[in-house]
């Protein structure tokens, strides 16, 4: 017998055991009496046993195909039940969309995004993992993931879809602190408490001779401190907006600002794409051309 047999193999068998019938068995599976009795037959070589008794007017399981049927029946129908009944089987987007982002896409506009995804598409549920780290998808199971574009991906396996082409960071500043210290000449100004970006220092173009009140990784953090007075933050334009919009933060020195790379959105490049993938990519791309303040 051999180590591995064929699934379809074992449900055309089945098939032709509960209809008793070869062309019973073709008509249900969409197939010829000719293909599912080749099938049978390829069945009954790897298992080295003859499995049905034919005759002119009837099919009956042999002492073997007895045994093989008890063994396999329910396993059989039981993986078609599933396989059916998968999420991508459906008609809609359904299952799980396991996705990972940067804190700070989270803390601002995800949130929002994910309500009105899932309202559109009830039957997705969503698992999402924020992180600063470089998640590997594969890996670690994810479907999708929201990164900064801050180049060319390498990975061949991912396909990289742009949602938006580029951002810009910008100086920004609490009114209370403003009517407090006045408004700075630029970036030379020693009277200013700084609060800087550590990995974009060098891009915002700080003199050397200027020594930032707090250097920090995270957006958030330094838009916390900005928004309770505590000096002048450099920051993304999605991040620092609804705040400039409600009053808490005034753009100064708008002529200094510093292009960075978008946002993309990575998934499998492994076609056919899952219905739930597809469907949170293009539900992206249409929320971002009309919402995203860059």
Do not use: C
Request: aromatic residues 8%; proline residues 5%; hydrophobic residues 45%.
């Amino acid at each position: 017998m051999d180590a591995t047999i064929d699934l379809g193999l074992l449900a055309n068998f089945v098939e032709v055991a509960d209809a008793a019938s070869f062309s019973a068995a073709a008509r249900a599976l969409g197939s010829t009496t000719a293909t599912v009795s080749r099938s049978v037959a390829k069945l009954e070589r790897a298992v080295g046993s003859r499995l049905f008794h034919r005759t002119t007017r009837r099919v009956s399981l042999t002492t073997a195909g007895t045994a093989l049927y008890e063994r396999t029946a329910r396993h059989v129908r039981a993986l078609a039940h599933a396989t059916k009944e998968a999420p991508e089987h459906q008609s809609e987007p359904a299952g799980v969309l396991k996705l990972t982002a940067p804190y700070d896409l989270g803390a601002t506009f995800l949130g929002s995004v994910i309500a009105r995804f899932t309202m559109l598409y009830p039957k997705v549920q969503v698992h999402a993992e924020f992180s600063s780290r470089v998640v590997d998808l594969a890996a670690e199971g994810f479907d999708v993931a929201l990164r900064g574009e801050s180049g060319r991906h390498k990975d061949t396996s991912l396909t990289a879809r742009r949602l938006v082409p580029r951002g810009e960071l910008s100086l920004y500043a609490a009114p209370g602190y403003l009517a407090r210290r006045g408004s700075p000449r630029g970036l030379e100004s020693p009277d200013h408490d700084w609060l800087v970006a550590e990995p974009l220092r060098r891009a915002f173009g700080f003199p050397a001779t200027i020594t930032p009140r707090v250097l920090a990784n995270d957006f958030l953090f330094l838009r916390g401190i900005a928004t309770s007075g505590g000096g002048i933050a450099t920051l993304p334009s999605f991040i620092a907006q609804p705040y400039v919009a409600s009053g808490d933060l005034v753009r100064v020195l708008p002529s200094l600002r510093v292009d960075v790379g978008g946002l993309v959105l990575l998934y499998s490049s492994t076609r056919p794409l899952a219905r739930k993938i597809s469907a949170f990519r293009d539900f992206m791309i249409e929320v971002m051309q009309r919402e995203w303040v860059g």
